[in-house]
């Protein structure tokens, strides 16, 4: 079982950064992918960046270019560094580990009805970022 704990959130002036932070433990077979989730209130769970296992990174139009996914393998940790920060991206952002179809839900490829996402998937339990006008 894949256990993810984020950290980094805060609050920020539209224009500024903040990197995310999620420690990643534990193992699952299934799991060869890692990514970013976010959900601002009221609307949709929305995935915005995802590293699999050989490399391939994918952004949601959303985020391109304004955010980095990168992962440090020797401290197992995911980072998700984001720059010129907007209101909109105001967001409980959630670190989740899946199978290769994480990468294709954030490539919009494929969806999932009411984002009932595959039970497989890990998740932390979230960090809050709020960004002010």
């Known amino acids: 079982q894949v256990r993810l704990v984020e950290s980094g959130g805060g609050s920020v002036q539209a224009g500024g950064s903040l990197r995310l932070s999620c420690q990643v433990s534990?193992?699952?077979?299934?799991?060869?992918?890692f990514g970013w989730f976010r959900q601002a209130p009221g609307k949709e769970r929305e995935g915005i960046a995802s590293l699999d296992s050989d490399g391939t990174i994918t952004y949601a139009k959303s985020v391109q270019g304004r955010f980095t996914i990168t992962k440090d393998h020797a401290e197992n940790t995911l980072y998700l560094q984001m720059n010129n920060l907007k209101v909109e991206d105001t967001a409980m952002y959630y670190c989740?580990?899946?199978?290769?179809?994480?990468?294709?839900?954030?490539?919009?490829?494929?969806?999932?009805?009411?984002?009932?996402?595959?039970?497989?998937?890990?998740w932390g339990q979230g960090t809050q970022v709020t960004v002010a006008s």
């Open positions: 989740v580990g899946g199978d290769t179809t994480l990468t294709m839900v954030i490539a919009g490829i494929v969806e999932y009805p009411d984002r009932k996402f595959p039970a497989t998937w890990s």
């Open positions: 534990g193992y699952s077979a299934s799991t060869t992918c």
